[in-house]
């Protein structure tokens, strides 16, 4: 026996309906102006939240967009904030410059005046040995200057070293500080006479040179005396600045002193020098 097959309406023909039917009462409930007619309150319920909700995504896209803007000014008004920073610091650092090289001029005017009674030339270190001690290094000033070999070098507040060579433009320095270096020295309070050697190892663990055969028959030499190039010295003028004592001892031989000396110039930093045009023309063999 045959089953009778059912009677079915396609889908999409009821939704047409529904969706025609709906369409209609849309119509007359608006056509009609049905105030409180249930068809406005269907249309209510279904679409209220529907339009609540576009208004809310309205919003919120609004008020991205507004946080968008005001981002992108907040982001070019930091651009502009960073040059006037940037423009201010190169200021800064320029003046700072300007200072620094203001004050390294005023420390050879001083020099110039502390030794009023040498003729000097004014020149500025354009190399030097590797390391980071001024031991050698090179002036950009020479014979056309004036400049010429064994004449003393002075800067911050006294000696440097000598001239050991020299060219046309360009002279070569050895700082009292090199290992080949030595001075005859003298202490101010008590004119006693000593020898200064140059000692790098000793410069990078101390800060100081070597001091050795110093005379101190009263024993009244303490920490702190100046010691000047001496009178006796056969290369360095007498009386300039070389350092202060910074540790004294007796010597086994129970006649002599040795201990360390403090330079007065800071050999880690020079960028200018005077360079006294005045040699030294009698004396020992000790420099």
Request: proline share 2%; with cysteine.
């Amino acid at each position: 026996m045959r089953r009778r097959s059912k009677f079915t309406i396609p889908t999409k023909y009821v939704l047409l309906v529904l969706t025609v039917l709906c369409i209609g009462a849309m119509y007359i409930s608006f056509t009609m102006n049905l105030g409180g007619g249930p068809l406005n309150t269907v249309a209510g319920t279904v679409f209220g939240p529907m339009q609540r909700g576009i208004n809310n995504v309205g919003l919120w896209l609004t008020d991205k967009a507004d946080n968008l803007k005001k981002l992108s000014d907040v982001m070019k008004e930091n651009e502009e904030l960073q040059k006037q920073v940037n423009d201010l610091t190169n200021e800064l650092n320029a003046i700072k410059l300007d200072q620094y090289e203001l004050d390294n001029l005023r420390e050879l005017l001083k020099l110039d005046k502390q030794y009023a009674d040498y003729e000097k030339v004014a020149a500025h270190v354009i190399g030097k040995d590797t390391g980071n001690w001024f031991s050698m290094f090179v002036i950009d000033k020479g014979e056309k200057d004036g400049v010429e070999k064994d004449m003393n070098v002075i800067a911050g507040s006294g000696l440097v070293g000598i001239v050991i060579d020299v060219g046309p433009h360009y002279a070569k320095i050895r700082s009292i500080i090199d290992d080949i270096s030595s001075v005859s020295g003298m202490v101010v309070s008590t004119s006693d006479y000593c020898i200064v050697n140059g000692d790098l190892q000793m410069m990078s663990e101390s800060q100081s040179i070597e001091l050795k055969s110093l005379s101190d028959s009263k024993d009244k030499i303490q920490t702190g005396d100046q010691i000047v190039t001496s009178p006796v010295s056969s290369k360095f003028l007498p009386g300039i600045l070389v350092g202060y004592i910074s540790e004294v001892k007796m010597d086994s031989n129970n006649l002599t002193k040795s201990g360390k000396v403090t330079p007065a110039v800071d050999f880690e930093h020079i960028e200018e020098v005077l360079v006294i045009l005045e040699k030294k023309v009698t004396g020992t063999e000790t420099e």
